[in-house]
């Protein structure tokens, strides 16, 4: 049976979410049981894959790699603890080069134990730079190469430019985007002519359903219709409202939680209806107010008929999201590039984009030049977004109907179709 390594960075959720639909892409190709799969993460990730694959017995292939990533800070990673801990421990953290010695000794016991015939990385540049070295075939999946950066300093592009290096080294690089023109991490990417050439495949979004707004997947009938958001939902209409997002790990939820709430308190905003999603597995944050600010539970408030402005939902299972995404106006979000392409792509809403750091700057502004969103970066400019978009309603309905016409979410599949081909050369 032929081994495959997945080695998933563990800063955010995209990479999981990407691996976890690759994986039953692959599957479906090659079939269940013709490929063992080891899976090497840290943290919030590592937790999750022991979750998923536990039940299954199958904990042996979960691997414990304490990949070095940045220090959270108040507002997404602290570039001065993160500076900081390149040579002195930082709340915890061992210094990076010690760090980053101690890993690689990990990987490297994993590859000479395991001696797999490919390797799958989704943002692991050191896993990389092993597979290259041992001759083993290696996909790097990503929507970074060398970023371009706004909002932090200058002397950042040199460890840009080595991670680019490290990138390059892969046997094949896949963007998860779609082909130029309609590349939404266009602005992070920025590859030589060489590498793009060689290497790079423009294989999709990992999107659940493999599709765009068009798509059967897409279109299909949503289950969420008897939970008590849907009765909400339904009691007031569907539409009128704005989807407001937190992703991303403590510091950038957190972060975007922040910004959130400071344009909730302006009174632009006392009568304009929104649904948060914390993207945090804990019940008691859900809740309904109404426009006297009372609270009560989802449940309460669909049974009432309740009036309301906001509700506040820890974590919205997958059918209740999809049925938010295709009532509400616009949705507002940090960046993230799997939630653009999901929303811009998969159902053709507009996104207000309040960026936490520079990947999602990038990511915004190439929507922002396109007319599928908004660029935001203060309160002021937030409530402007929801102006303009509602103002404008039809023309960016014609622009993201376009633009989903040429949204490409097989990535999954397309990248396990490369797996596959590669592991029967």
């Not at 799969?37 to 590592?46: A, F, T």
């Not at 904990?59 to 002195?88: C, F, Q, V, Y």
């Not at 209409?237 to 957190?254: A, L």
């Not at 792509?345 to 990511?363: C, R, S």
Request: proline residues 4%.
């Amino acid at each position: 049976m032929r081994k495959i390594g997945q080695f998933i960075y563990p800063w955010g959720g995209g990479h999981y979410s990407r691996m976890m639909r690759f994986d039953r892409a692959l599957a479906d190709r090659m079939g269940g049981g013709s490929a063992e799969v080891h899976y090497s993460s840290k943290g919030r990730i590592y937790q999750r894959l022991l979750e998923r694959l536990g039940a299954a017995g199958q904990t042996d292939r979960i691997h414990e790699i304490l990949m070095p990533t940045p220090i959270d800070g108040d507002m997404g990673p602290s570039l001065s603890k993160s500076l900081a801990n390149l040579l002195l421990p930082v709340e915890g953290n061992p210094a990076l080069v010690s760090q980053i010695a101690n890993y690689l000794r990990q990987e490297r016991r994993l590859y000479d134990t395991q001696k797999f015939d490919l390797v799958v990385n989704d943002g692991d540049v050191g896993s990389n730079i092993l597979a290259r070295n041992r001759d083993i075939p290696c996909l790097f999946v990503t929507n970074q190469f060398r970023p371009r950066l706004y909002r932090t300093r200058s002397y950042l592009y040199p460890a840009v430019a080595f991670i680019a290096r490290q990138i390059a080294k892969a046997t094949k690089i896949l963007v998860a985007d779609s082909p130029p023109p309609h590349t939404i991490c266009e602005h992070n990417l920025n590859f030589p002519d060489e590498v793009e050439r060689e290497k790079v495949v423009y294989v999709g979004h990992f999107t659940e359903g493999g599709g765009g707004a068009g798509s059967a997947a897409a279109t299909a009938t949503k289950k969420g219709a008897g939970t008590d958001l849907a009765r909400l939902l339904g009691q007031n209409g569907t539409g009128g409202f704005g989807y407001w997002m937190r992703t991303g790990n403590r510091s950038t939820n957190d972060g975007t939680g922040r910004r959130y709430e400071e344009a909730f308190a302006r009174d632009e905003m006392a009568a304009e209806r929104r649904i948060i999603s914390h993207a945090r597995n804990d019940d008691s944050i859900d809740s309904v107010t109404d426009a006297d600010g009372r609270r009560y539970t989802i449940a309460e408030a669909a049974g009432r008929g309740v009036d309301w402005v906001q509700i506040d939902v820890g974590f919205l299972a997958e059918n209740d999201k999809d049925m938010v995404l295709d009532a509400c106006d616009y949705a507002v979000i940090n960046g993230s590039h799997t939630v653009m392409g999901e929303i811009m792509g998969g159902k053709a809403k507009p996104i207000i984009g309040v960026p936490i750091y520079d990947e999602h700057t990038n990511n915004i502004r190439w929507a922002h030049e396109r007319g599928l969103g908004a660029l935001a970066n203060s309160t002021g400019q937030i409530i402007e977004a929801i102006r303009d978009i509602r103002r404008n309603r039809s023309e960016y309905a014609d622009r993201l109907s376009e633009f989903s016409k040429n949204f490409d979410g097989g990535g999954a599949q397309n990248a396990a179709k490369i797996a596959s081909d590669m592991l029967q050369e």
